[in-house]
């Protein structure tokens, strides 16, 4: 099995920044690329950001496109979101997920179904 483990979540003012890791460990496996969605409560799962693990490409919804940025470090199997000039809006239960099977095609990285192994969530509250 593979494990992920998420850190970093917290509570920030409207402006600030946090910076989430996810390092995933546990059987061998390739990984095809990671990615981060999002849920506050009461609303559906939502694509937040993604990244190719062989050439570094990523990839963001529209809502966070500029604010947030996705990386990633091949040595430790980790995953990072710089999320910067963070808003209410941006609050939610933040999981990262892996991807290990199967091939890319079109928006697949935007479906959280095209993805094998989550995280238990780290959640990051934003304070107006």
């Known amino acids: 099995q593979v494990q992920l483990v998420e850190s970093g979540g917290g509570l920030v003012q409207a402006g600030g920044s946090l910076r989430l890791s996810c390092a995933a460990s546990g059987r061998t496996f390739t990984t095809i690329a990671m990615g981060w969605f999002r849920q506050a409560p009461g609303k559906e799962r939502e694509f937040v950001a993604a990244?190719?693990?062989?050439?570094?490409?990523?990839y963001y919804t529209d809502s966070v496109q500029g604010r947030f940025t996705i990386s990633r470090d091949n040595a430790k199997n980790t995953v990072y979101l710089q999320m910067n000039s963070l808003k209410p809006e941006d609050t939610a239960a933040y999981y990262c997920?892996?991807?290990?099977?199967?091939?890319?095609?079109?928006?697949?990285?935007?479906?959280?179904?095209?993805?094998?192994?989550w995280g238990q969530g780290t959640q990051v509250t934003v304070s107006s």
């Open positions: 997920a892996v991807k290990s099977r199967g091939l890319l095609f079109g928006n697949a990285l935007a479906v959280g179904a095209q993805y094998d192994y």
């Open positions: 990244i190719r693990w062989n050439t570094g490409g990523a």
